[in-house]
């Protein structure tokens, strides 16, 4: 009886201490989004959407150009990392017992622990000194290598989940290798994919270290690559350590608007990835 007791003390002790703990991580997430929330929520204007900053000392003005450059840097090093990216995973899973795909996998792991800090110095070194200009294009070459680690572990694990049977039977019917990865192995597990470059592209979309160091920020339009291009990391930045009122007012409504963006990022992944278990009765 004593021994039953003790069991039913032991199994609620660490129910209890799982919920303790996972109420640690949940609580200051939900403050977090709350503390946002009130304070960008209440500052949003439609103004805020469609004008360019006011000059220093004016109030009003808007956001318009850093959402807009954001949008353009992410899907640059989008554009950059998912090919390398996907191309990496590929190797990884196809070739997984070569000495290359074994030293690729480490410096993968290493990757993924570098500081973004770090980053957009290694791309100020290399882009900006050489073109003697900050640019949109080495603020999407920083964000892409801090996309890469996360599309080709994504990539790797997704096609490493196809049957081998599937493959044999490609190379059976004749079809050289390089058909049989393209055709059926990717094509098949598009949807997968599309799962990991969204959750990347979110991680990415955030980053404000790497930014500051090269594509650096400008108050007006900027389309040209090898020009300062504003994000709106950057924008919150340096709105949030202004001494003006107002530009504070429009760092909250940018960081709850930089917030909701990427977390619909994250919920259309996660949607992407429910439909497709469903789909195959997982």
């Not at 807009?68 to 990216?85: C, D, E, F, K």
């Not at 590929?90 to 622990?113: A, C, I, N, P, Q």
């Not at 100020?124 to 080495?138: C, D, E, M, Q």
């Not at 709850?256 to 963006?261: D, P, Q, S, T, Y």
Request: glycine letters at 8%; aromatic letters at 10%; charged letters at 15%.
């Amino acid at each position: 009886m004593n021994y039953r007791l003790y069991r039913k003390f032991k199994n609620t002790l660490f129910l209890l201490l799982t919920l303790a703990s996972a109420l640690a991580v949940l609580i200051p997430l939900f403050m977090i989004i709350q503390f946002v929330l009130v304070q960008g929520a209440s500052s949003l204007s439609l103004s805020f959407f469609t004008e360019l900053p006011k000059p220093v000392g004016e109030t009003g003005g808007g956001m318009r150009h850093a959402i807009l450059g954001t949008i353009y840097i992410v899907l640059l090093g989008a554009a950059i990392a998912i090919p390398i990216g996907v191309t990496c995973g590929v190797y990884l899973s196809e070739f997984r017992k070569s000495k290359l795909s074994k030293t690729l996998k480490m410096t993968v792991d290493l990757m993924s622990g570098i500081p973004s800090i770090v980053i957009g110095i290694f791309a100020y070194l290399t882009v900006v000194v050489p073109l003697k200009s900050f640019s949109a294009l080495a603020g999407g070459i920083a964000l892409s290598i801090i996309m890469l680690p996360i599309i080709i572990k994504t990539s790797e694990e997704i096609l490493k989940l196809v049957p081998d049977h599937i493959r044999e039977a490609g190379l059976a019917l004749g079809l050289p290798r390089w058909k049989v990865i393209l055709f059926i192995i990717l094509k098949g597990s598009i949807s997968n994919l599309l799962t990991g470059m969204i959750l990347a592209i979110s991680r990415a979309a955030g980053e404000t270290a790497p930014l500051l160091f090269t594509a650096f920020g400008n108050m007006y339009y900027s389309y040209s690559l090898n020009e300062p291009m504003a994000s709106l990391p950057v924008q919150i930045y340096t709105y949030a350590i202004s001494p003006y009122k107002d530009w504070q007012r429009q760092a909250w409504a940018g960081a709850f608007v930089l917030m909701v963006l990427i977390l619909t990022m994250n919920l259309f992944a996660r949607f992407i990835l429910t439909k497709i278990k469903d789909k195959k009765g997982i």
